[in-house]
């Protein structure tokens, strides 16, 4: 059975400093991974998607990476700002070679807070 | 395009009464998905379609929730009797194909005292 860790639970740090965010998985055999952001009280939003032939994927001061291999998959937001502060949760789907495997698996999240 | 749309945002309801949650799906997507979302447990899968059938209800909690996709646009989630421990955000989100990612809607926060 998949699961997904997200080491801290919580961070904070200074507006304008670059910040790195962690997802472990324990099954390899991913078809994508996605990293979400959500606002207190909202819904998810979709922020980059990796396909599992890929290493990155950026999209403005954001990148994501995936080391499929050990499991890992890291958020790297640059220059952070207040706008920022959101939980981000990072999420696998199975290898689709499985039928019915098109279910995301969750992280718990981490819940970052930019100061101004 | 209008994304997700789930109705009701808020519902507040007592204990043993009927609840049905709804969702419409982007149009053009074949697969939707219902989870639930705790303080405790995170996001849950608790059901998901494929071109309106149920592939997945194992995330299901007990015979109580029961969800149904009559057409390509439209899905209900059902709780009944409903408790208070049913109380959460539940959420729908939908996709297209198994290459992309998903758009979740806005969520129904479910309340029952």
């Known amino acids: 059975k998949q699961e997904v860790t997200q080491i801290p639970a919580a961070l904070s740090v200074p507006e304008g400093e670059n910040l790195v965010l962690n997802c472990s998985f324990t099954d390899s055999a991913i078809y994508n991974l996605q990293w979400f952001r959500q606002d207190p009280g909202k819904g998810l939003t979709s922020l980059l998607l990796?396909?599992?032939?890929?290493r990155e994927q950026t999209s403005g001061r954001l990148n994501a990476s995936l080391d499929k291999s050990s499991g890992r998959s890291t958020l790297y937001i640059a220059a952070s700002q207040p706008g920022d502060s959101a939980t981000y949760l990072c999420a696998v789907k199975g290898d689709v070679s499985n039928f019915g495997n098109e279910k995301l698996t969750f992280g718990t999240g981490t819940r970052l807070t930019i100061i101004p | 395009d209008a994304g997700v749309i789930q109705s009701p945002r808020h519902e507040v309801t007592e204990m043993g009464q009927e609840v049905t949650l709804r969702c419409k799906p982007i149009s053009g997507h074949n697969s939707l998905f219902w989870y639930r979302q705790t303080m405790m447990r995170g996001l849950e899968l608790l059901i998901y379609?494929?071109?309106?059938?149920?592939?997945?209800d194992s995330g299901m909690p007990e015979d109580r929730f029961s969800a149904k996709m009559p057409n390509a646009s439209f899905s209900t989630l059902k709780i009944q009797p409903s408790e208070p421990r049913d109380s959460a955000v539940y959420f729908c989100?939908?996709?297209?194909?198994?290459?992309?990612?998903?758009?979740f809607g806005s969520g129904t926060r479910l309340t029952v005292v």
């Open positions: 990796i396909q599992s032939s890929q």
């Open positions: 379609f494929n071109n309106n059938v149920p592939i997945d």
């Open positions: 989100a939908s996709s297209h194909g198994t290459g992309v990612g998903y758009t």
